[in-house]
Nanobody, 117 residues
């Protein structure tokens, strides 16, 4: 089983930046991909960005964050990052890390991101 711990959320003004971290521990061999999702109040959880666990890492982004967010991984640290720039109020949500492996998936507890002046 894989345990995920997110960190880096907080309150930021519009136009600001945050970097989220997702640290994985446990049985992480067989990893396929790691993704960030977010869920705003009253809305469904949506995919924000994803990166494959093998090779150089193929990335995928939601249209709403392309050009502003960057997902990256550090295999040595078993950590995936989400760099968020030019934040907008509509980016306000709880952000969740999702691990996809050959043995199943795991979710983190979430970290709150609030974009407000």
């Amino acid at each position: 089983q894989v345990q995920l711990v997110e960190s880096g959320g907080g309150l930021v003004q519009p136009g600001g930046s945050l970097r989220l971290s997702c640290a994985a521990s446990g049985t992480i061999d067989g990893a396929v991909a790691v993704a960030w999702y977010r869920q705003a109040p009253g809305k469904q959880r949506e995919l924000v960005a994803a990166i494959t666990a093998f090779g150089s890492g193929v990335t995928n982004y939601a249209d709403s964050v392309k050009g502003r967010f960057t997902i990256a991984r550090d295999n040595a640290e078993n950590t995936v990052y989400l760099q968020m720039n030019s934040l907008k109020p509509e980016d306000t949500a709880v952000y969740y890390c999702n691990f996809v492996g050959k043995r199943g998936t795991s979710w983190g507890q979430g970290t709150q991101v609030t974009v407000s002046s």
